[in-house]
């Protein structure tokens, strides 16, 4: 199995100003390059594995190296497609039905987001998941992630702070507001709510590429 980086969906200064090329480059070009470098290495003790999900998700026992390096892969690789040039606002088609019997509202659900995420103690996740027949937003600490518990991503954001803090230092809430307001992927939602399964969408498959046996 041999695990790539994929190429961002949008150029590195599409997300300007909520997200700065600068950010975007450190964010990509070294942190998520450097978890793809660090499961490729630690693949090699698991030369029967297929699928990145699948290196995840027979990992998460321990939460040792492996996982944290596969998930954290998988985790940016899903992060970039929740994020779009244009994006934002209030969601739209099946996903809007779906955060409306959810959460009441459109409001109720951003501010319920943005309370989650904004909470989510030192480094981690918040993600909109479908649980059942409903919608939640879960937050994960670290590497976790959706993957290893049975619910579906939709959308996630990083609030590890090399996500934002170039652009935003301390302020993690103004982060927030900027994903939700002008840069969430309500498409790639949809997407993932209409496939209604836990492998991505094929225009996130680029993550986790297998070309060959290492």
Do not use: C
Not at 20 to 34: C, D, I, N, P, V
Not at 116 to 134: C, P, T
């Amino acid at each position: 199995m041999n695990v790539t980086l994929p190429p961002l969906p949008y150029q590195l200064d599409a997300l300007e100003p909520h997200i700065s090329r600068r950010t975007l480059s450190a964010h990509h070009g070294a942190h998520h390059a450097g978890y793809v470098t660090r499961t490729r290495a630690l693949m090699r003790t698991s030369p029967d594995a297929t699928e990145l999900e699948d290196v995840v998700r027979s990992s998460a026992r321990d939460r040792g190296p492996l996982f944290n390096a596969a998930a954290q892969t998988w985790n940016h690789a899903f992060l970039w497609r929740s994020m779009r040039p244009g994006g934002g606002g209030e969601a739209r088609g099946a996903i809007a039905e779906a955060i409306e019997a959810s959460f009441g509202s459109q409001q109720s659900f951003h501010q319920q987001f943005i309370t989650a995420a904004g909470d989510q103690f030192g480094s981690g996740w918040a993600w909109l998941v479908k649980d059942g027949e409903r919608l939640k937003i879960v937050t994960t600490a670290n590497a976790d992630t959706p993957l290893i518990t049975g619910q579906l991503p939709l959308l996630t954001i990083d609030v590890w702070e090399h996500a934002y803090y170039l652009d935003y230092q301390h302020r993690r809430l103004d982060y927030l507001a900027a994903f939700l307001g002008y840069l969430v992927n309500w498409d790639f939602a949809n997407e993932n709510l209409a496939a209604g399964r836990l492998s991505p969408p094929a225009s996130v498959k680029v993550a986790r590429q297998v070309v060959s046996s290492l």
